[in-house]
T-cell receptor
Framework: DAGVIQSPRHEVTEMGQEVTLRCKPISGHDYLFWYRQTMMRGLELLIY????????DSGMPEDRFSAKMPNASFSTLKIQPSEPRDSAVYFCASSLGQGMGIRGTEAFFGQGTRLTVV | KNQVEQSPQSLIILEGKNCTLQ??????????LRWYKQDTGRGPVSLTI?????NTKSNGRYTATLDADTKQSSLHITASQLSDSASYIC?????????????FGKGTKLSVKP
């Protein structure tokens, strides 16, 4: 398996524009997570899905952010309109099971999308 | 409040030297703790996982320890190599709660110099 695939790797956009980030999870994984990483705050969970259904979106900063998972192999994170403070690296991760057991299950991360809003 | 604190924030060492990274957590109830390595421009990759019953676990030159009583973990790197330069992130899983049950530390940035 190629791992979690994100696109684009880099995105530079002007303030006010719509931005769409894409993610293909590892085949067979039933959990998908969107994270945002900044120097100040580290990794923050934005939203996660289980079997394509959004479970917890409490980390989504505001209504400008939305995420969808139309099928098991694809998810998008959309920012509309984008603002300079949205500049960050956005990671998608997937796992097989959320790991309610003691050992937990490992989340596999994509390479991230570096978003710059100017 | 569930939190994970890592120290130091950054560290510079010479190639071949050893170093130890610290992780303190207040997550409860505790399930397990993972150390991730994140190379520049890449996503985090798991190094090791510790459960409450495990005190020490090694993965090559990486050795993780866990003290569930004091809620502390450490990652010891032996005979460092230039390729060890990365951010090391401590992640604690708890039962229940939001955030997908994972609480992330902000990481320690390690630079290994020749």
């Amino acid at each position: 398996d190629a791992g979690v695939i994100q696109s684009p790797r880099h995105e530079v956009t002007e303030m006010g524009q719509e931005v769409t980030l894409r993610c293909k999870p590892i085949s067979g994984h039933d959990y998908l997570f969107w994270y945002r990483q900044t120097m100040m705050r580290g990794l923050e969970l934005l939203i996660y899905f289980n079997n394509n259904v959004p479970i917890d979106d409490s980390g989504m900063p505001e209504d400008r952010f939305s995420a969808k998972m139309p099928n098991a192999s694809f998810s998008t994170l959309k920012i509309q309109p984008s603002e300079p403070r949205d500049s960050a690296v956005y990671f998608c991760a997937s796992s097989l099971g959320q790991g309610m057991g003691i050992r937990g299950t490992e989340a596999f991360f994509g390479q991230g999308t570096r978003l710059t809003v100017v | 409040k569930n939190q994970v604190e890592q120290s130091p924030q950054s560290l510079i060492i010479l190639e071949g030297k050893n170093c130890t990274l610290q992780c303190n957590y207040t997550v409860s109830p505790f399930s397990n703790l993972r150390w991730y390595k994140q190379d520049t421009g890449r996503g985090p990759v798991s190094l090791t996982i510790m459960t409450f019953s495990e005190n020490t676990k090694s993965n090559g030159r990486y050795t993780a320890t866990l003290d569930a009583d004091t809620k502390q973990s450490s990652l010891h790197i032996t005979a460092s190599q230039l390729s060890d330069s990365a951010s090391y992130i401590c992640v604690v899983r708890n039962y229940g709660g939001s955030q997908g049950n994972l609480i992330f530390g902000k990481g320690t940035k390690l630079s290994v110099k020749p």
